[in-house]
């Protein structure tokens, strides 16, 4: 494994690990929701009016973050080294994923997780398994 020290951020990192925890924390204490993003997209497709005003904002907060970003630093380059068939299936799988787990990474890795709950556990044992798995393969197996 190598380190890319001239491009390697702690502290950008930390900063924005700790923006997650605070935001999640925040979302749970305050409206009872969890911060799984599936959830919430999904529910904003099928909400009522009543519970669509908060989604809207999260997922608003989701694209304009990177855009007032760039207002203080300029964006890390975008490297996508795969092909559109495979960004499309990654996407359909991670989406059948996410609704057997019953939640995504985000729901499951950070919210469930930080309220030690056992599903939660499972599920993100399962999904980082599987990305090991598939990282395995795709470089070792597969050769791409």
């Known amino acids: 494994m190598n ?3 001239p491009h390697f951020t ?35 497709l099928r909400s009522s009016h009543g519970d669509r005003l908060w989604r809207v904002l999260f997922v608003a ?17 975008i490297q996508v080294d795969a092909g559109w068939g495979t960004l499309i299936a990654a996407g359909l799988l991670v989406g059948v994923g996410t609704r057997y787990a019953a939640g995504c990474t985000s729901g499951h890795g950070v ?8 599903r939660s556990l499972a599920a993100t044992a399962c999904f980082m ?14 050769g791409a």
């Open 111 to 118: 919210c469930g997780l930080s309220r030690l709950s056992l």
């Open 10 to 44: 702690p502290y950008a990192s930390l900063a924005g690990g700790v923006a997650i925890g605070v935001a999640t924390a925040l979302l749970l204490l305050f409206n009872g929701r969890i911060a799984g993003i599936s959830g919430i997209l999904g529910g904003l």
């Open 129 to 142: 398994a599987a990305g090991f798995a598939t990282v395995y393969v795709v470089r070792h197996v597969v």
């Open 3 to 5: 380190i890319d020290w």
């Open 61 to 77: 907060g989701l694209v304009l973050a990177p855009l007032a970003w760039s207002i203080v630093a300029p964006l890390p380059p």
